[in-house]
């Protein structure tokens, strides 16, 4: 089993929709968690962390379930500029990210 | 934030020869960089893990004869690419963390697309 798992997508959305998945992880000793922004044949930007909580930042919410083992992120009224692959990333000692979920916002 | 480059962005090699890639820190000294590996529609795959002035710690299934790490100074890593080969042909992304930085405060360098001909 892979250490992260992610939906690979595409999801396709309109502008103005929510789009929302989920990553798995397969150490429920994991402590730290963060989603990632990828656009095409760039670097991994950090996006948000995600707190036991859950947090909020702007549009974008992160959610953890320790007790499903998964990490969720979903984006709200959807922008253009919101078109990129996002990965999830685990923090054990060394960063485990998944393969990443393809989103696409069309106008 | 802090800024980490990458030369060159993207090199084209041929079969057999070997290629020198460098991550920069610009303005923070990095104790720790780290060296991954990104083929089309997969993750980000650690290949290793280098502290300055001691030997790479390289993830399982990565030769470390083969792709040579140097960590010899604060600012520069260095990931060499030996008797390079098709397969070999991906896109190489480094990552630099400071001595002060949480775990996973790593800044990205922009990346090498590496293409062996």
């Known amino acids: 089993r892979k250490e992260v798992e992610q939906d690979p997508g595409p999801f396709n959305v309109p502008e103005g929709a929510t789009v929302a998945f989920n990553c798995t992880y397969s150490n429920s000793a994991s402590q730290s968690f963060f989603w990632y922004r990828q656009d095409c044949r760039k670097e991994p930007k950090l996006l948000m962390s995600v707190y036991s909580s859950g947090n909020e930042d702007g549009r974008f919410t992160a959610q953890l379930n320790r007790a499903s083992q998964y990490i969720s992120l979903l984006i709200r009224d959807s922008k253009l500029s919101d078109s990129a692959t996002y990965l999830c990333?685990?923090?054990?000692?060394?960063?485990?990210f998944g393969a990443g979920t393809t989103v696409t916002v069309r106008a | 934030g802090a800024v980490v480059s990458q030369h060159p962005s993207r090199v084209i090699c041929k079969s057999g020869t070997s290629v020198k890639i460098e991550c920069r820190s610009l303005?923070?000294?990095?104790?720790?960089m780290f060296w991954y590996r990104q083929f089309p529609k997969q993750s980000l795959m650690l290949m290793a893990t280098?502290?300055?002035?001691?030997?790479?710690?390289?993830e399982q299934g990565v030769e470390k004869d083969k792709f040579l790490i140097n960590h010899a100074s604060l600012t520069l890593s260095t990931l060499t690419v030996t008797s390079a080969h098709p397969e070999d042909s991906s896109f190489y992304i480094c990552?630099?963390?400071?001595?002060?930085?949480?775990?996973?405060?790593?800044?990205f360098g922009p990346g090498t697309r590496l293409t062996v001909t």
């Open positions: 990552s630099a963390r400071g001595a002060s930085s949480a775990s996973y405060e790593q800044y």
């Open positions: 303005d923070f000294q990095a104790t720790t």
């Open positions: 990333a685990v923090d054990d000692y060394k960063l485990s």
């Open positions: 280098s502290n300055e002035g001691s030997k790479a710690t390289y």
